[in-house]
Nanobody, 121 residues
Framework: QVLLMETGGGSVQPGGSLRLSCVAS?????MAWFRQAPGKQREGVAA???????LYPNTLIDRIAISRGNATNEMVLQMNNLRPDDTAMYYC??????????????????WGQGIQVTVSS
């Protein structure tokens, strides 16, 4: 069992930046961020495998960066130049012992409760 806790969400103006953090109960080989806006399907934002393996959707690759945090069980998502359509609930996901280069929701075993990100002027 892996417990995940997300922090760092909130409200920001268009063009601003946010840094989301996810801390796992123990080291996970793969971690990822997903998001879900009202009325839309959950979509992958970024995945991290090992120390530095990353996967991004083409639509976000210029504005986001995923990395390990100061602790090995922490993952950080840096989001820049935020837009109103980035508004969503953001979820941390993890697999403890699998290398998961995937942004499919069914590839991930453990999920956090989610944290709200709102981009609005």
């Amino acid at each position: 069992q892996v417990l995940l806790m997300e922090t760092g969400g909130g409200s920001v103006q268009p063009g601003g930046s946010l840094r989301l953090s996810c801390v796992a109960s123990h080291f996970c080989k793969s971690m990822a961020w997903f998001r879900q806006a009202p009325g839309k399907q959950r979509e992958g934002v970024a995945a991290l495998v090992g120390v530095s393996g990353t996967l991004y959707p083409n639509t976000l690759i210029d504005r986001i960066a995923i990395s390990r945090g100061n602790a090995t069980n922490e993952m950080v998502l840096q989001m820049n130049n935020l837009r109103p359509d980035d508004t969503a609930m953001y979820y941390c996901a993890a697999n403890s012992d699998r290398a998961s280069y995937s942004l499919r929701t069914d590839s991930w075993s453990y999920w956090g409760q989610g944290i709200q990100v709102t981009v609005s002027s």
